[in-house]
């Protein structure tokens, strides 16, 4: 079972990260990631023309960042479900429908180690797969 302080700095990591993509603060996103965390996504080969999903490393998530913070279309909005936390792993929802109406619906699972991103993973809902079909990031 989670204590109440890590559930509380768990929570702190997840917000840093939130807080961070929110403002396309590249650095700020960077750091709160292990030197060698990893982020898989559809969206890593759609942004850096690479075979697959995965991006590892302080490098890596930097370049990936920066051109997420570029690209990002107006329906990455960050209206979310309450975090779960299971040890470790933090999940939560970003679901389609929001009080400003359609936003791109995700599933974000983070594992975390020593305050920090180890893995994370992005599952992606019809809406933002079509948003990305569309290539609105642009």
Known sequence: MTSIAETASLTSVCERWEEALSHNDVDALVSVYAS??????PLVPHLLGTKRGVCRGSDQLRIFFAALAKRKPKTRRFHRQPLFINGQTVMWEYPRQS???DQMDFVEVMEIKDGLIFRHRVYWGWFGVGVMMRDEYH
């Open 36 to 41: 060698d965390g990893s982020i898989e996504s």
């Open 99 to 101: 009080p400003e109406g």
